[in-house]
């Protein structure tokens, strides 16, 4: 097994990354991007990095909404990793302690930080988010605050899942749902999936899951109490009343950021249910509400995710969620730019594929 200073050695001497030099122009490249290890910091080998759709989003379009690539970025964010240096001042961490890291780093005397709302702070700086470079690299330098060790039976695969799955858990958060609610999940993408996952976790009886992609519906139905709904063969409404007795559904957990989905959300929804808006839509989407109003629904919407890590984390560990099923591709980091080429296809079945930096373990 590699010693902290072979592993520092190595990430020291490959300095190559994934650069998304502009809109559709994707490099493996040698890339100088030195980071200064402060007090309360660790250094962290990248072992394994999922291709999230912004990532995708970026490649493909150049932009998300007002975050602009105007210069060659790092991409990835959801990660795992080896602790090879830590700054004088950190007491939670060693060097060999494997780890994954919230990759959101607020302005800690920023108002929405105090408040105790550090993922709305508007000064946070979010890896691979324009100007922010990413971690498909060797290595970066994170706050100790924001990197989580693992526990010895959690997976750098299942760690690096652990970013989507805060969006689903901090989704199920929000919802306040209750043990025993159905719940309905749009999108059965890889936040859809780990929001199924949440939701199951929170002690909901049943979930109805909805997509257009028969072979990832098979995979929610393994999940657990999911039965599903190919949306482009069925009504969801109607199937979800039918699977109720007429009553709908408690919790609505809108994932695919559809405009037509957005727009019928509360014909699902029980009277005093809740409806959580997750996935992002790329264009403006409005909803009727008059039709929330007679049914009195909350709705609540996320931005990302606060206070959660390590709660997903423990998760993990002791078996409440098991993200395996939801891995289905794996490639090693010489064939990042084919991984991206492929995702950007949004091929049928995929649902997260992962990058491996080429680490031992």
Same mark, same amino acid.
């Given at each position: 097994?590699?010693?902290?200073?072979?592993?520092?050695?190595?990430?020291?001497? @490959?300095?190559?990354?994934? =650069?998304?030099?502009?809109? @559709?122009? %994707?490099?493996?490249?040698?890339?100088?991007?030195?980071?200064? %290890?402060?007090?309360?910091?660790?250094?962290?080998?990248?072992?394994?990095?999922?291709?999230?759709?912004? @990532?995708?989003?970026? !490649?493909?379009?150049?932009?998300?909404?007002?975050?602009?690539?105007?210069?060659?970025?790092?991409?990835?964010?959801?990660?795992?990793?080896?602790?090879?240096?830590?700054?004088?001042?950190?007491?939670?961490?060693?060097?060999?302690?494997?780890?994954?890291?919230? #990759?959101?780093?607020?302005?800690?005397?920023?108002?929405?930080?105090?408040?105790?709302?550090?993922?709305?702070?508007?000064?946070?700086?979010?890896?691979?988010?324009?100007?922010?470079?990413?971690?498909?690299? &060797?290595?970066?330098?994170? #706050?100790?605050?924001?990197?989580?060790?693992?526990?010895?039976? =959690?997976?750098?695969?299942?760690?690096?899942?652990?970013?989507? %799955?805060?969006?689903?858990?901090?989704?199920?958060?929000?919802?306040?749902?209750? +043990?025993?609610?159905?719940?309905?999940?749009?999108?059965?993408? #890889?936040?859809? %999936?780990?929001?199924?996952?949440?939701?199951?976790?929170?002690?909901?009886?049943?979930?109805? =899951?909805?997509?257009?992609?028969?072979?990832?519906?098979?995979?929610?139905?393994?999940?657990?109490?999911?039965?599903?709904?190919?949306?482009?063969?069925?009504?969801?409404?109607?199937? =979800?009343?039918?699977?109720?007795?007429?009553?709908?559904? @408690? $919790?609505?957990?809108?994932?695919?950021?559809?405009?037509?989905?957005?727009?019928?959300?509360?014909? &699902?929804?029980?009277?005093?249910?809740?409806?959580?808006? $997750?996935?992002?839509?790329?264009? #403006?989407?409005?909803?009727?509400?008059?039709?929330?109003?007679?049914?009195?629904?909350?709705?609540?919407?996320? *931005?990302? !995710?606060?206070?959660?890590?390590?709660?997903?984390?423990?998760?993990?560990?002791?078996?409440?969620?098991?993200?395996? +099923?939801?891995?289905?591709?794996?490639?090693? *980091?010489?064939?990042?730019?084919?991984?991206?080429?492929?995702?950007?296809?949004?091929?049928?079945?995929?649902?997260?594929?992962?990058?491996?930096?080429?680490?031992?373990?």
């Amino acid at each position: 097994m590699s010693t902290m200073s072979d592993l520092n050695s190595s990430t020291q001497s @490959d300095r190559r990354a994934l =650069v998304l030099e502009g809109k @559709d122009r %994707l490099t493996l490249r040698d890339y100088d991007l030195p980071e200064t %290890l402060g007090d309360h910091d660790v250094r962290i080998a990248i072992h394994t990095v999922g291709i999230c759709g912004s @990532d995708v989003h970026y !490649y493909t379009h150049g932009a998300i909404g007002p975050f602009v690539v105007r210069e060659p970025m790092i991409l990835g964010h959801e990660a795992s990793g080896i602790v090879t240096e830590v700054g004088a001042g950190v007491t939670t961490l060693k060097p060999g302690d494997r780890v994954c890291m919230e #990759p959101g780093v607020p302005d800690p005397n920023g108002r929405a930080t105090r408040l105790g709302l550090y993922n709305l702070d508007p000064a946070v700086q979010f890896w691979a988010t324009p100007p922010v470079h990413g971690v498909l690299r &060797p290595s970066v330098v994170h #706050p100790e605050a924001f990197t989580f060790k693992l526990p010895d039976n =959690v997976s750098f695969a299942a760690a690096a899942m652990v970013e989507p %799955l805060a969006v689903g858990v901090h989704a199920v958060t929000k919802a306040k749902a209750a +043990p025993g609610n159905v719940a309905v999940v749009i999108g059965a993408g #890889p936040i859809g %999936l780990v929001t199924v996952l949440a939701a199951l976790a929170g002690g909901c009886a049943h979930v109805i =899951v909805s997509d257009v992609d028969d072979t990832k519906l098979e995979i929610a139905r393994k999940l657990g109490s999911v039965s599903t709904v190919n949306v482009a063969r069925e009504n969801l409404a109607e199937v =979800v009343k039918a699977r109720t007795e007429g009553w709908g559904a @408690d $919790v609505i957990y809108e994932c695919a950021g559809s405009e037509k989905a957005i727009a019928g959300i509360f014909e &699902p929804l029980c009277p005093g249910g809740v409806v959580v808006f $997750v996935g992002i839509p790329l264009h #403006p989407a409005s909803y009727d509400v008059s039709a929330a109003m007679v049914k009195e629904a909350r709705v609540e919407h996320v *931005f990302r !995710y606060a206070h959660v890590f390590p709660r997903c984390v423990a998760m993990l560990a002791s078996g409440a969620v098991d993200v395996s +099923p939801l891995i289905t591709r794996t490639f090693p *980091f010489e064939k990042s730019v084919e991984a991206f080429k492929l995702a950007a296809t949004s091929p049928k079945g995929e649902v997260k594929m992962q990058i491996e930096m080429g680490l031992p373990g």
